[in-house]
Every structure is written in C-alpha cells, then in structure tokens.
Nanobody, 124 residues
C-alpha cells in the first residue's frame, strides 16, 4: 500500500502561485501513475492533473490547463503541482492519488490511495 503525504498549501492572493508536493512511500514510485484531485466545500472531488510513470506525458482538467503544471521526480519519490495565476475558484483541499486510471472519458482515482490533503485558499 502506498503512503502519500501532501504539502505546500496555504493562503495566497488571486494571481499568486503555490507549489504542492506529494511524497510517496511503500511502493515503487516509478511504477505508479500519479495525479492530483481537489475538493471544494460542498462539492465533489474532481480531477485536476495526472502524469504517467516516466513523467513525459501529462494530462489536465480544462480548469487547470495553461495555469498548472504537474511533474514528478522518481529519484525523490515525489510529485509536484505548480499552480500559477490562482483564482478564488481554485480554493479547495488538494489530494494526491497513486494508481489512478483513465477510462476513456475521465480519470478514476484509486480509492485506496489518498493522501491527507493540503488546503489551498485563494483570496480575491
């Protein structure tokens, strides 16, 4: 079972930037497709971005395209989410996920593999 720990969240003004990190242990990190999801208050958890095992293919929700960049360092067992041009609607708890899959239309998280989440709050 993979253990995930997110960090890097915080309070930022609209237009600002944050970099989230997700440290993984317990499994061979380079074997895992990794991704980020987020959940705003009263909303369902939604897909943000995913990255393949080697890191050379990335995938984004429309809301993240052009502003967020997902990356990974397999030597450090760590995944990142660089978030620029943040908007108040980006406010949410951000979760990393290991072993998510694409079913042809959407990314399905591995429900057995969530971190504790990190809060991102964007003020207007």
């Amino acid at each position: 079972q993979v253990h995930l720990v997110e960090s890097g969240g915080g309070l930022v003004q609209a237009g600002g930037s944050l970099r989230l990190s997700c440290a993984a242990s317990g499994r061979t990190f380079s074997d895992l497709v990794m991704g980020w999801f987020r959940q705003a208050p009263g909303e369902e958890r939604e897909f943000v971005a995913a990255i393949n095992r080697s890191g050379d293919n990335t995938y984004y929700a429309d809301s993240a395209k052009g502003r967020f960049t997902i990356s990974r360092d397999n030597a450090k067992n760590t995944m990142y989410l660089q978030m620029n041009s943040l908007k108040p609607e980006d406010t949410a708890v951000y979760y990393c996920n290991a072993g998510l899959n694409y079913d042809g239309s959407t990314w399905i998280p591995n429900v057995a593999s969530w971190g504790q989440g990190t809060q991102v709050t964007v003020s207007s």
